[in-house]
């Protein structure tokens, strides 16, 4: 699964320290809540969400790897929208 992240952003210079699926996790919380971007240009955490599956899906990744991060994105997005622990 972590190998399959680091595929997904190739050149990120910041992620290739993560080694720990918690790291993958953070990463994918402060990526959803776009906590990167100048605040006045923050998307919502819909529309980040919505950017992390199609370019999942639109990778090269095989099917597995896909369905993987996948299910992590939706846990964490689940996370962060509603509140609670999945």
Do not use: W
Not at 34 to 54: L, M, S, V
Request: with cysteine; charged share 35%.
């Amino acid at each position: 699964m972590i190998n399959a992240f680091h595929q997904l952003y190739k050149g990120r210079v910041e992620l290739e320290k993560v080694r720990t699926e918690e790291e993958v996790r953070q990463f994918i919380q402060s990526e959803l809540m776009d906590e990167f971007t100048h605040p006045r240009a923050r998307r919502t955490i819909e529309t980040k969400y919505g950017f992390a599956i199609t370019r999942i899906k639109s990778s090269k990744l095989s099917s597995e790897e896909q369905k993987c991060l996948l299910d992590i994105y939706k846990e964490e997005y689940e996370k962060l929208s509603t509140g609670y622990e999945v």
